[in-house]
Protein backbone atom coordinates (compact mmCIF):
# COMPACT_ATOMS: atom_id res chain seq x y z
CA UNK A 1 0.00 0.00 0.00
CA UNK A 2 3.07 2.00 0.43
CA UNK A 3 6.22 3.26 -1.55
CA UNK A 4 9.16 4.35 0.89
CA UNK A 5 12.75 5.36 0.87
CA UNK A 6 15.46 5.19 2.87
CA UNK A 7 18.45 7.13 2.57
CA UNK A 8 21.99 8.28 4.68
CA UNK A 9 23.79 11.35 3.44
CA UNK A 10 27.72 10.33 4.09
CA UNK A 11 28.55 14.16 3.66
CA UNK A 12 26.35 15.41 6.86
CA UNK A 13 25.58 12.11 8.55
CA UNK A 14 21.93 12.70 8.24
CA UNK A 15 19.85 9.76 7.56
CA UNK A 16 16.27 10.08 6.62
CA UNK A 17 13.24 8.67 4.97
CA UNK A 18 10.01 9.63 3.18
CA UNK A 19 6.95 7.90 2.07
CA UNK A 20 3.50 8.36 0.25
CA UNK A 21 0.56 5.78 0.35
CA UNK A 22 -3.02 5.47 -0.43
CA UNK A 23 -4.08 4.91 2.63
CA UNK A 24 -4.52 7.55 5.46
CA UNK A 25 -1.54 8.54 8.04
CA UNK A 26 1.99 7.37 6.59
CA UNK A 27 4.01 8.99 8.66
CA UNK A 28 2.67 7.60 11.93
CA UNK A 29 2.60 3.69 10.49
CA UNK A 30 6.04 3.82 8.28
CA UNK A 31 9.03 5.88 9.38
CA UNK A 32 10.88 5.31 12.48
CA UNK A 33 14.36 6.70 12.80
CA UNK A 34 17.08 6.76 15.67
CA UNK A 35 20.32 8.41 15.22
CA UNK A 36 22.08 5.31 17.34
CA UNK A 37 20.45 3.03 14.95
CA UNK A 38 19.21 3.84 11.54
CA UNK A 39 16.49 4.08 9.68
CA UNK A 40 13.09 1.81 9.23
CA UNK A 41 9.95 1.56 6.71
CA UNK A 42 7.55 -0.99 7.88
CA UNK A 43 4.58 -0.95 5.56
CA UNK A 44 2.57 -4.04 3.58
CA UNK A 45 -1.11 -5.61 3.37
CA UNK A 46 -1.41 -5.49 7.54
CA UNK A 47 1.61 -3.59 8.38
CA UNK A 48 3.67 -3.54 11.83
CA UNK A 49 4.68 -1.17 13.97
CA UNK A 50 6.31 -3.70 16.06
CA UNK A 51 8.42 -4.19 13.19
CA UNK A 52 10.19 -0.38 12.64
CA UNK A 53 10.64 -0.08 15.94
CA UNK A 54 12.39 -3.69 16.70
CA UNK A 55 14.62 -3.86 13.70
CA UNK A 56 15.79 -0.65 15.17
CA UNK A 57 16.87 -1.86 18.65
CA UNK A 58 18.46 -4.85 16.74
CA UNK A 59 20.66 -2.19 14.66
CA UNK A 60 21.13 -0.42 18.00
CA UNK A 61 22.73 -3.65 19.21
CA UNK A 62 24.98 -3.57 16.61
CA UNK A 63 23.62 -5.86 14.36
CA UNK A 64 23.72 -4.85 10.28
CA UNK A 65 20.66 -3.77 8.73
CA UNK A 66 20.28 -7.39 6.81
CA UNK A 67 20.60 -9.44 9.10
CA UNK A 68 18.80 -7.24 12.23
CA UNK A 69 15.72 -7.35 8.98
CA UNK A 70 15.80 -11.19 9.35
CA UNK A 71 16.02 -11.52 13.35
CA UNK A 72 12.56 -9.93 13.03
CA UNK A 73 10.71 -10.72 9.98
CA UNK A 74 11.70 -14.81 10.56
CA UNK A 75 9.84 -14.66 13.94
CA UNK A 76 6.50 -13.27 12.66
CA UNK A 77 3.73 -15.63 11.87
CA UNK A 78 2.23 -12.81 9.68
CA UNK A 79 5.31 -11.67 8.22
CA UNK A 80 3.80 -12.56 4.82
CA UNK A 81 1.56 -9.92 4.65
CA UNK A 82 4.10 -7.23 5.82
CA UNK A 83 7.39 -5.59 3.72
CA UNK A 84 10.00 -4.35 6.02
CA UNK A 85 12.92 -1.70 4.78
CA UNK A 86 16.08 -0.92 7.02
CA UNK A 87 19.09 1.07 6.91
CA UNK A 88 22.05 0.76 9.35
CA UNK A 89 24.35 3.72 10.00
CA UNK A 90 26.79 2.39 7.67
CA UNK A 91 24.57 3.00 4.71
CA UNK A 92 23.89 -0.99 4.18
CA UNK A 93 20.43 -1.98 4.14
CA UNK A 94 18.37 -5.03 4.17
CA UNK A 95 14.26 -5.77 3.70
CA UNK A 96 11.96 -8.65 3.43
CA UNK A 97 8.51 -8.79 1.24
CA UNK A 98 5.99 -11.04 2.48
CA UNK A 99 4.43 -13.06 -0.50
CA UNK A 100 0.60 -11.94 0.42
CA UNK A 101 1.36 -8.36 -0.30
CA UNK A 102 -0.13 -7.12 -3.24
CA UNK A 103 1.93 -6.69 -6.77
CA UNK A 104 3.94 -4.87 -8.01
CA UNK A 105 5.68 -5.00 -5.37
CA UNK A 106 9.59 -5.43 -4.07
CA UNK A 107 12.85 -3.36 -3.20
CA UNK A 108 15.89 -1.90 -4.96
CA UNK A 109 18.99 -1.02 -2.89
CA UNK A 110 21.52 1.68 -3.77
CA UNK A 111 24.99 3.09 -2.38
CA UNK A 112 23.53 4.61 1.55
CA UNK A 113 20.17 3.65 0.37
CA UNK A 114 17.00 1.42 -0.40
CA UNK A 115 13.14 1.97 -1.87
CA UNK A 116 10.49 -0.41 -1.45
CA UNK A 117 7.16 -0.25 -2.05
CA UNK A 118 3.71 -2.56 -3.01
CA UNK A 119 0.45 -2.08 -4.42
CA UNK A 120 2.43 -0.11 -6.82
CA UNK A 121 1.04 0.60 -10.40
CA UNK A 122 3.81 -0.93 -11.81
CA UNK A 123 7.75 -1.96 -11.38
CA UNK A 124 9.05 0.72 -12.90
CA UNK A 125 8.01 2.74 -9.64
CA UNK A 126 11.25 1.67 -7.70
CA UNK A 127 13.62 1.89 -10.49
CA UNK A 128 12.47 5.26 -11.25
CA UNK A 129 12.89 6.28 -7.10
CA UNK A 130 16.59 4.88 -7.06
CA UNK A 131 17.28 6.33 -10.85
CA UNK A 132 15.51 10.11 -9.42
CA UNK A 133 17.38 9.86 -5.88
CA UNK A 134 20.71 8.85 -7.14
CA UNK A 135 20.49 11.73 -10.11
CA UNK A 136 19.50 14.88 -8.92
CA UNK A 137 22.06 17.15 -6.87
CA UNK A 138 19.99 19.24 -4.46
CA UNK A 139 20.07 19.31 -0.66
CA UNK A 140 19.70 15.83 1.12
CA UNK A 141 15.68 16.84 2.47
CA UNK A 142 14.54 18.20 -1.18
CA UNK A 143 15.93 14.78 -2.58
CA UNK A 144 13.68 12.55 -0.24
CA UNK A 145 10.97 15.25 -1.16
CA UNK A 146 10.96 15.41 -4.82
CA UNK A 147 11.92 11.16 -5.13
CA UNK A 148 8.53 10.92 -3.85
CA UNK A 149 7.39 13.42 -6.63
CA UNK A 150 8.68 11.03 -9.45
CA UNK A 151 7.51 7.79 -7.72
CA UNK A 152 4.03 9.42 -7.98
CA UNK A 153 4.48 10.56 -11.85
CA UNK A 154 5.71 6.69 -12.64
CA UNK A 155 2.66 5.30 -11.15
CA UNK A 156 2.94 5.18 -7.94
CA UNK A 157 0.30 3.33 -5.84
CA UNK A 158 -2.14 2.57 -7.97
CA UNK A 159 -4.83 3.53 -5.68
CA UNK A 160 -3.95 6.86 -5.88
CA UNK A 161 -2.71 8.87 -2.73
CA UNK A 162 -3.85 9.70 0.47
CA UNK A 163 -0.81 10.54 3.07
CA UNK A 164 2.89 10.98 3.22
CA UNK A 165 5.52 11.87 5.06
CA UNK A 166 9.46 12.71 5.52
CA UNK A 167 11.46 12.26 8.46
CA UNK A 168 14.77 13.06 8.43
CA UNK A 169 17.44 12.95 11.89
CA UNK A 170 20.74 15.16 11.56
CA UNK A 171 23.90 15.04 14.27
CA UNK A 172 23.79 18.57 14.53
CA UNK A 173 20.20 19.84 13.97
CA UNK A 174 16.64 19.12 15.42
CA UNK A 175 15.36 16.35 14.01
CA UNK A 176 12.47 17.25 10.99
CA UNK A 177 9.33 15.15 11.21
CA UNK A 178 6.60 16.31 8.72
CA UNK A 179 3.06 14.62 8.16
CA UNK A 180 0.40 14.86 5.65
CA UNK A 181 -2.46 12.54 7.27
CA UNK A 182 -5.24 12.71 4.65
CA UNK A 183 -5.22 14.83 0.98
CA UNK A 184 -7.89 13.86 -1.37
CA UNK A 185 -5.60 15.50 -4.59
CA UNK A 186 -1.83 15.56 -3.71
CA UNK A 187 -0.48 14.93 -0.65
CA UNK A 188 3.12 15.32 -1.56
CA UNK A 189 2.72 18.52 -2.70
CA UNK A 190 1.02 19.27 0.81
CA UNK A 191 3.89 17.75 2.30
CA UNK A 192 6.58 20.03 -0.12
CA UNK A 193 4.31 23.00 1.11
CA UNK A 194 4.92 22.33 4.70
CA UNK A 195 8.82 21.89 4.20
CA UNK A 196 9.36 24.91 3.09
CA UNK A 197 6.83 26.70 5.61
CA UNK A 198 8.82 24.58 8.48
CA UNK A 199 12.64 25.47 7.34
CA UNK A 200 12.02 29.07 6.09
CA UNK A 201 11.02 30.51 8.99
CA UNK A 202 12.40 31.33 12.45
Known amino acids: MTFSILARDPTTG????????????????VLR???????????GAAPSTFWGEDVLAK??????????????TDADR???YRQLAALDLGGQ???????????????????????????????SVLDEMV???T?????????LLSTLRAAAQQGGDYRGLLSAAILVLH???PPLTLRIDHHSSDPIGALEDLYQLATSRQ
Open 14 to 29: AIGGAAATGSLCVGGW
Open 33 to 43: GDLAAGMSASQ
Open 59 to 72: MREGFPAAEAVDLI
Open 78 to 80: GRE
Open 93 to 123: SGAFTGASNEPELGSRTFVNGIVSGNMLANA
Open 131 to 133: EHF
Open 135 to 143: SVESPFELR
Open 171 to 173: PER
